[in-house]
């Protein structure tokens, strides 16, 4: 037999009313980042569609749009971040010291960032895995016949720390070239200083699209490590750790429901519930954030949903031409799937 307590609770966590709201409360970082009025965002020194200047110093891609995105969650304008460019080993000692607020910038989700370096992982903004490039005149079609090999690689990576377990295991031996800055590493391969450019699979295309070119390359058909890219922050302040994941979750939510740049007011006068609150029609969810109720209409209107802006820097509608595949929406087929917003 129930208890009378029992039989209450579950009447209040079925009115969806179990907890009393707690007034958002700001830590340090957000406090920092709200009296700068700008987000310093840690992004690569030059991948392109990723994050790259363009002819007029400003920056661009898509990791460039995660960061605007909780620029606009944050001050209703994309424009307030300064971009900050880090190389692969300077990218974790300048988060740890504060230069950045977050790092948007192709880095992998691992255990012992989490825990040794201190950082909390946002989601995941694009599920990848390392590959491996070489020149098609060497006539290698896989991976396993790269015994000897000299490979372009950059230090401070998971990139760097996947190839010596790949060789080893397949008992193979390697030289590397270890060149920190990404321009300089695709040029040196590109100029032929060695037989090998490893990377996540994403860089390697993306890079291939500045080759003389490109169709001299071949990316081999293995993936040998699992990369999930995401943005990340220190730990210490769940507030700013919630904008970042929220920002992120309102790109896919939106793609999910249909919404984009460009039909977005339409969806002001939708009576589905789920969209009302998401775009705070009905108010809520930004209240429970500490930002503008109508955060994800804001986000959605000037940076477009998670497939617009795949499309624009990565997919179809760029040189890169990446296929969706794992990065598709888990309702067709892929692992981008976003919490409910209520
Ligand atoms: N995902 C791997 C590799 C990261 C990586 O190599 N990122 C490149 C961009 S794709 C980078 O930050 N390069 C630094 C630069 O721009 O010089 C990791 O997190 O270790």
């Avoid at 957000?30 to 700008?38: C, E, M, V």
């Avoid at 661009?60 to 995660?66: A, K, L, P």
């Avoid at 939708?270 to 986000?299: C, H, K, T």
Wanted: net charge neutral; glycine share 10%.
């Amino acid at each position: 037999m129930f208890k009378k307590a029992t039989l209450l609770a579950a009447a209040v966590v079925g009115a969806g009313i179990w907890t009393v709201p707690v007034p958002a409360e700001a830590g340090a970082v957000l406090d920092a980042i709200r009296q700068r009025g700008s987000i310093r965002c840690g992004i690569q020194t030059g991948t392109p569609g990723f994050g790259f200047p363009d002819s007029a110093g400003v920056w661009q891609g898509f990791n460039v749009e995660v960061c605007r995105a909780v620029s606009v969650m944050l001050f209703n304008d994309p424009s307030k971040v300064q971009f900050v460019p880090v190389t692969s080993q300077q990218r974790f000692p300048a988060l740890q010291a504060g230069e950045v607020d977050l790092l948007s910038n192709n880095s992998t989700n691992t255990l012992t960032r989490d825990t040794q370096l201190g950082f909390n992982f946002g989601p995941t903004v694009f599920y990848d895995g390392q590959g491996l490039m070489v020149p098609r005149r060497l006539g290698v079609s896989k991976a396993t016949e790269l015994n000897g090999a000299t490979v372009c690689v950059q230090p401070g990576t998971t990139t760097e720390l996947n190839l010596s377990d790949f060789f080893r295991q397949n008992r193979m031996t390697f030289n590397a070239v270890v060149i920190d800055n990404q321009a300089e590493l695709r040029n040196a391969f590109f100029a032929g200083r060695c037989d090998v450019y490893t990377n996540d699979a994403s860089a390697l295309a993306a890079d291939r699209t500045v080759a003389q070119n490109p169709n001299d390359y071949v990316i081999l058909p293995e993936r040998i490590s699992k990369e999930p890219l995401a943005p990340v922050v220190r730990h210490g302040d769940e507030q700013w750790f919630d904008i970042v994941k929220w920002a992120v979750y309102a790109l896919i939510e939106g793609e999910e429901l249909g919404i984009t740049s460009q039909n977005v007011d339409t969806f002001l006068t939708s009576n589905n519930p789920i969209v009302r609150r998401f775009l705070g029609v009905e108010p809520g969810m930004g209240q429970a954030l500490g930002v503008d109720q109508r955060y994800a209409y804001n986000i959605l209107k000037t940076v477009g949903n998670y497939g617009q802006i795949f499309d624009k820097w990565l997919g179809a509608g760029s040189p890169i031409r990446l296929e969706r595949g794992l990065n598709e929406l888990w309702t067709k087929g892929g692992l981008q799937y976003a919490p409910p917003a209520r």
